[in-house]
């Protein structure tokens, strides 16, 4: 059984989850995402049970009550989502526009979760009064109900009593963070939206992001950040500074499915910046990791030896 997602969701880090997971101390008390999204890799990481404990936060309100929906009442949301998804056999679309309108009026997470397994792509667009804009897949009716309560109740299974699920600031989350814990941070990226972009309620400054793990470095707390990368030969967004003494992987994540398209031969290449405690810990030096579009994270499968396990410059 592969670990399950609870919803398609833009940037989510699923698919690289086993190889960012080989960057995580095997000796983790607490995971702690401030940018949590779909909360890919805390799933991944308790499936591997790789940390006894988990803080889940997002900006956005009503997905991080979606979050703690999932985590504590499994049952209740997916026997809402059954509802739900059963009323649009009549008229797929209109229903869909009928919950997003609803959605937008009462902001009730319930109906966010029909929304995201049934727009385009699971690609979140927010409009500039901050309402939900994106338009339902015609192509599908979104996950089916039974296929949902299985995965929210294989999700509650790993994280239930051991996760506690906030809608703060990043900067909140960051100033109350313990010296054990090791923090992931998948934030907006900078080179492609700035400080405001449509998929996300708000961004955040560099300059101000950039205090922020300095501040993380003199606390001592270990931090893993996805931040920035390129395609093909072009860059998007601007490296973290060498002041922070930042140990930088990078992972070859795939051929650009737009680049495709448009007849470009471009793999994706994505950062992840190690701070220097976790890259001294984990003994990692710069290197760059391709990541198989087969090599899928199982449940109960046999624990790969992480750790300090020293890795070459260059991976074949």
């Not at 930088?248 to 405690?277: F, K, N, W």
């Not at 090599?295 to 396990?309: H, N, S």
Request: hydrophobic share 40%; proline share 5%.
């Amino acid at each position: 059984m592969t670990v399950p997602q609870p919803f398609q969701y833009q940037g989510s880090k699923r698919a690289l989850a086993p190889l960012i997971l080989q960057y995580l101390p095997v000796s983790t008390t607490r995971l702690v995402e401030p940018f949590c999204g779909s909360a890919a890799l805390s799933i991944a990481t308790a499936a591997r049970c790789r940390a006894k404990e988990f803080w889940l936060n997002d900006l956005n309100a009503p997905l991080a009550k979606l979050l703690s929906l999932i985590v504590n009442s499994p049952k209740e949301l997916g026997k809402f989502y059954h509802e739900l998804w059963r009323a649009d056999h009549v008229d797929a679309l209109e229903h869909y526009y009928q919950v997003r309108e609803s959605f937008n009026r009462t902001q009730d997470a319930q109906l966010l979760l029909y929304l995201l397994a049934r727009c385009v792509k699971g690609a979140v667009r927010y409009n500039g009064e901050g309402l939900f804009n994106q338009s339902p897949d015609k192509r599908r009716l979104g996950t089916q109900p039974d296929t949902m309560q299985a995965n929210l109740n294989a999700i509650s299974a790993l994280l239930r009593g051991k996760t506690i699920v906030t809608s703060l600031s990043y900067e909140n989350v960051l100033a109350n963070v313990r010296e054990d814990d090791v923090v992931y941070m998948d934030p907006p990226y900078q080179g492609v939206c700035g400080e405001r972009d449509s998929r996300y309620l708000a961004g955040i400054a560099f300059d101000d992001f950039v205090a922020q793990l300095a501040a993380l470095n003199l606390k001592n707390v270990r931090y893993l950040v996805s931040y920035d990368g390129r395609l093909g030969n072009r860059s998007y967004g601007k490296p973290l500074p060498a002041k922070l003494h930042l140990t930088l992987v990078e992972i070859e994540a795939g051929r650009s499915s737009q680049a495709t398209l448009l007849g470009r031969d471009e793999m994706t290449v994505e950062s992840l910046y190690l701070s220097r405690g976790l890259a001294e810990e984990l003994e990692v030096v710069p290197t760059m990791r391709r990541h198989r579009r087969d090599e899928q994270m199982q449940l109960m499968e046999k624990p790969v030896p992480y750790g300090k396990a020293k890795i070459s410059k260059r991976v074949p």
